[in-house]
T-cell receptor
């Protein structure tokens, strides 16, 4: 158990719909990362937040958005869904606040599997 | 982001050592070499990382070439549970830097 919780584990929806994926990082971790993994694209970095602020952006579509809340949990919003958005979405966290030494190891959740029909 | 090159797949027998190579000829002086692995139906998990010197932990060893243009992840005795995709990743100096995954090496372990 990595300590990172993602909900829901599975989600089936239709094209054109909107969904929200939720991530609770390890207790105290300040940084949250979102990744998309599809069969033909591998693990793609989407976006990173650090203590509520956007830190880095990757291949995230304009239809997708994310935020990190004051309690450090994060949500990834996917809208106008297309068949190609079907994938596993992973959240990871790192950088426990207050630690003197931190390797920056990322801890990944078990993922949310999104199926768009 | 600096690029890494890994073989698509490798095979090993159980209880034998496994050497997983990674080339990173464009590595910069401040890039750390990280290894993660992804077991079937799970999220990636950290294995090991290093900068210049060889590193050991309970999971594996990391051997880094003197010129840092290549590295090798060593699993000393492969088990069936080590069957996974192994990713070699270059990461910047700051521990808040993102990880960019490549295609990795799929390791098969035979009993």
């Amino acid at each position: 158990d990595s300590g990172v919780t993602q909900t829901p584990k599975h989600l089936i929806t239709a094209t054109g719909q909107r969904v929200t994926l939720r991530c609770s990082p390890r207790s105290g971790d300040l940084s949250v990362y979102w990744y998309q993994q599809s069969l033909d694209q591998g693990l793609q970095f989407l976006i990173q937040y650090y203590n509520g602020e956007e830190r880095a952006k990757g291949n995230i579509l304009e239809r997708f958005s994310a935020q990190q809340f004051p309690d450090l949990h994060s949500e990834l919003n996917l809208s106008s869904l297309e068949l190609g958005d079907s994938a596993l979405y992973f959240c990871a966290s790192s950088v426990e606040g207050g630690r003197a030494v931190d390797t920056g190891e990322l801890f990944f959740g078990e993922g949310s599997r999104l199926t768009v029909l | 982001d600096a690029k890494t090159t890994q073989p698509n797949s490798m095979e090993s027998n159980e209880e034998e050592p496994v050497h997983l190579p990674c080339n990173h000829s464009t590595i910069s002086g401040t890039d750390y070499i990280h290894w993660y692995r992804q077991l079937p139906s799970q999220g990636p998990e950290y294995v090991i990382h290093g900068l210049t010197s060889n590193v050991n932990n309970r999971m594996a060893s990391l051997a880094i070439a003197e010129d840092r243009k290549s590295s090798t992840l060593i699993l000393h005795r492969a088990t069936l549970r080590d069957a996974a995709v192994y990713y070699c990743i270059l990461r910047g100096f700051y521990n808040t830097d993102k990880l960019i995954f490549g295609t990795g090496t799929r390791l098969q372990v035979f009993p």
